[in-house]
């Protein structure tokens, strides 16, 4: 590739290159001032959750330049001792651990029976998992309210989960199938052929070989659940609401409370991010892979 | 029930074991598959589409559910306003939205394969892809504040307006005390009445040295006012470090530029106005000979531009989806970004030796080839967009809540947030799911035809 560019370039005039650096130089522009727009949102929200309440309501996080020496960590120290804050920052672990496993597991099961298995109605079922896929979670709300109610789950850290996993496990069969119709079936033939029960096949030889959509479906999960706020909003309440329903509740006094909301929203942040920059690998993956959601 | 199906013919002719054999085998295969679908199945039934068919059956009811309505809902659906706002503002979602993510991805993916530093740019552009939308919404929140102070938007707005408006504003400015006139609510108005063909100069105090314009010069006298005209000068009537007559137009004494003087008739009608020069100088003309009383109005004395009232009933949907587009644009540049990687190079290279501009190589070659990626990421993003809710309910302040008003949101208020109509709110989440059906047939199609090819 780079041989071939060099003798491409070659053969180019002076004028030619001049009018390529000049636009390569353009395009370099262009997307620096692009880079920075993007990134003003996120050090903005940052840097206000390193002022104190008093700076925030006076001026704004730009002036944090002219006088670095007020930067302070105090906004993270309350809100880390804040019971509400630790009470639901545990709660969004307690909801997004379980219901990624749990959608992982399911929705692989589930894509090994489409992807290797012969039943009737395959293809239909199929299908209709396709058209889950974009269901709304909002025609849900009202009648799940009622069955947690009636179940006595309503409210508590258990009914959201279980509507995150009647959500998420259209994408994870949809996502796990696709995958692993790429295994090469000479390697389950050979498994069988040894005698494999389908449930060894599935833990010995297809999940090892699917392990990166394994990644790709949990990473995926994991954000969609740790983000959500609608379902958190109706289902959980004041003991299991997890960080993005905490800090929703305190939007009404926007302006007096810059302080808990920028760092609240950072805090919230911080997992994803690390997630995210670590494995954005198999995030991308994933939504390579068909996000209709 | 597995037993006494084996036909008494396949008996008969002896292959009647491996027949059954296999037919038993079969009939465990399907028994095993059963089992690797049932918790899904299972799952899905009870929560997904259960609730599909309550909801249906729900929205024919009224609100507290016992009575049978038939369409009433769907009827009050378009009656009522909010849910009209909230419809238009569907459209208005629909239609801006993804376009402007799908366009701002295409043109991120294309420009990124021309620099060395395209990771660190992916990952920048990328990166509100793995925050939540509330995250997303308290930062536009803030972005957007009206304040010039607080709001890093109007903040730039204001910077940019003064570079290139000069506009006379002085806040705070007062009038020099026992020189004639009072501030009566926020204007600067004379005790007395005075007859065109007067001269009446103005002392101001109280203006900060920075709210004066760079280019300030020393106020001047005012010429002598003929008949039909009043005259005068405003100006600071302070030196700095000390010295000069209060009252007086002392020489090093700057004259305030862009000042609105008006002349007041006995009814209190504002009869003619006037606008100061860089010296300070005013002079009113037409007058019909009379008295008057001079004014200077509060516009004089504001905070000058403020910016603009983005949280406001006006912009506010512009705001929610920009900041959509910010986490979005991301999504859709690594979607086509990875369909541009696959498109084979040599035929934009063959294309390029036989002398065809970028433009052409990209609206002949690549755009063809990239359809099939940007229609997927299309039908996800409206998709996505006709059920939008974290932003739309985070960002907006009370004011301008209704204003910004979506399905979605719409829904929640109506069944949950006070509303308390779950007939109505199961008619709304309906709605959704019906708007959503054309993007499920697509995505069956594109499905099958994949699968045929």
């Known amino acids: 590739m780079s041989a071939d560019l060099s003798i491409v370039r070659g053969k180019q005039t002076l004028g030619q290159r001049i009018l390529g650096f000049f636009s390569r130089s353009v395009v370099n522009i262009i997307l620096i001032v692009v880079a920075i727009f993007w990134l003003i949102p996120s050090v903005g929200l940052f840097l206000s959750s390193l002022r104190?309440?008093?700076?925030?309501?006076?001026?704004?996080?730009?002036?944090?330049?002219?006088?670095?020496?007020?930067?302070?960590?105090?906004?993270?120290?309350?809100?880390?001792?804040?019971?509400?804050?630790?009470?639901?920052?545990?709660?969004?672990?307690?909801?997004?651990?379980?219901?990624?496993?749990?959608?992982?597991?399911?929705?692989?099961?589930?894509?090994?029976?489409?992807?290797?298995?012969?039943?009737?109605?395959?293809?239909?079922?199929?299908?209709?998992?396709?058209?889950?896929?974009?269901?709304?979670?909002?025609?849900?709300?009202?009648?799940?309210?009622?069955?947690?109610?009636?179940?006595?789950?309503?409210?508590?850290?258990?009914?959201?989960?279980?509507?995150?996993?009647?959500?998420?496990?259209?994408?994870?069969?949809?996502?796990m199938r696709n995958f692993f119709m790429q295994i090469p079936s000479e390697l389950l033939e050979a498994a069988r052929l040894d005698g494999a029960s389908d449930l060894r096949i599935f833990f010995t030889v297809v999940l090892p070989l699917g392990l990166p959509a394994v990644a790709s479906l949990a990473i995926f999960q994991f954000l969609w659940t740790w983000n959500d706020m609608l379902v958190a909003l109706l289902f959980s309440n004041s003991q299991s609401q997890p960080l993005t329903v905490a800090i929703q509740s305190q939007l009404r006094q926007f302006g007096a409370n810059i302080d808990v909301l920028s760092t609240g929203a950072f805090i919230s942040m911080i997992i994803p991010l690390i997630v995210f920059f670590a494995f954005q690998r198999y995030f991308v993956q994933a939504l390579l892979a068909g996000s209709q959601r | 029930m597995t037993q006494t199906v084996v036909t008494p013919a396949a008996r008969e002719t002896g292959r009647g074991d491996a027949d059954r054999l296999s037919r038993r085998s079969r009939r465990r295969a399907i028994l095993i598959a059963l089992a690797f679908l049932a918790p899904a199945l299972v799952i899905l039934g009870a929560l997904v589409v259960y609730p599909i068919v309550y909801t249906l059956v729900r929205s024919l009811f009224d609100a507290s559910g016992s009575t049978f309505v038939g369409p009433e809902n769907y009827i009050e659906m378009f009656r009522r306003e909010s849910t009209f706002t909230a419809i238009r503002n569907n459209v208005i979602w629909v239609i801006v939205a993804p376009v402007a993510c799908t366009v701002l991805g295409l043109v991120f993916a294309v420009l990124m394969d021309k620099i060395r530093w395209s990771t660190a740019f992916k990952l920048i552009i990328f990166m509100p892809m793995a925050i939540s939308m509330l995250a997303a919404g308290v930062i536009f929140r803030m972005m957007f504040q009206e304040s010039p102070q607080l709001g890093v938007v109007n903040a730039g707005v204001v910077a940019v307006h003064d570079i290139f408006v000069d506009e006379a504003a002085y806040p705070g400015a007062n009038i020099r005390p026992d020189s004639g006139f009072a501030k009566i609510s926020g204007a600067i108005v004379s005790d007395d009445a005075v007859n065109d063909g007067s001269t009446v100069d103005v002392p101001l105090i109280g203006i900060r040295a920075d709210s004066l314009p760079d280019d300030v010069v020393n106020a001047q006298t005012a010429a002598p006012a003929r008949a039909g005209e009043i005259t005068g000068t405003v100006w600071l009537d302070f030196v700095r470090g000390g010295g000069g007559v209060n009252g007086v137009i002392d020489s090093s004494e700057a004259g305030l530029e862009g000042i609105r003087v008006e002349a007041v008739d006995n009814a209190g009608n504002v009869v003619a106005s006037a606008t100061t020069d860089a010296e300070g100088r005013y002079t009113i003309t037409d007058l019909e000979p009379g008295e008057y009383v001079i004014a200077l109005p509060p516009s004089n004395f504001d905070q000058g531009y403020q910016g603009v009232s983005w949280l406001g009933e006006a912009f506010i949907t512009g705001v929610i989806i920009l900041s959509y587009v910010w986490i979005w644009a991301g999504f859709a540049m690594i979607m086509i970004a990875s369909g541009l990687s696959a498109i084979d190079r040599s035929l934009q290279e063959a294309a390029r030796m036989d002398g065809a501009n970028e433009w052409q190589v990209f609206r002949r070659i690549t755009a063809p080839l990239l359809s099939p990626v940007i229609v997927v990421v299309f039908v996800t993003l409206i998709i996505n967009v006709l059920k939008i809710f974290d932003l739309v309910y985070v960002i907006p302040p009370g004011v301008s809540k209704p204003a910004a008003n979506v399905?979605?949101?719409?829904?929640?208020?109506?069944?949950?947030?006070?509303?308390?109509?779950?007939?109505?709110?199961?008619?709304?989440?309906?709605?959704?799911?019906?708007?959503?059906?054309?993007?499920?047939?697509?995505?069956?199609?594109?499905?099958?035809?994949?699968?045929?090819?």
Do not use: C, K
Request: aromatic share 12%; proline share 5%.
């Open chain 1, 52 to 175: 104190t309440v008093g700076d925030s309501s006076s001026s704004g996080w730009w002036t944090i330049f002219l006088e670095p020496t007020r930067i302070t960590l105090e906004n993270y120290a309350n809100l880390l001792s804040n019971p509400t804050i630790t009470g639901s920052f545990w709660n969004t672990i307690v909801i997004a651990v379980p219901t990624t496993i749990l959608v992982v597991l399911i929705g692989s099961l589930a894509g090994y029976a489409f992807a290797w298995m012969e039943f009737p109605g395959r293809d239909w079922l199929l299908i209709a998992v396709i058209v889950l896929l974009a269901v709304p979670i909002q025609v849900a709300l009202i009648p799940l309210a009622q069955m947690f109610g009636a179940i006595g789950i309503f409210g508590s850290v258990l009914g959201v989960i279980l509507f995150h996993i009647a959500f998420g496990l259209p994408f994870a069969i949809f996502l």
């Open chain 2, 407 to 453: 399905i979605a949101v719409e829904m929640w208020t109506v069944s949950f947030g006070g509303g308390n109509d779950q007939g109505l709110g199961s008619a709304l989440a309906l709605l959704l799911l019906l708007l959503v059906l054309p993007s499920m047939i697509i995505n069956v199609r594109r499905f099958r035809e994949e699968r045929s090819r």
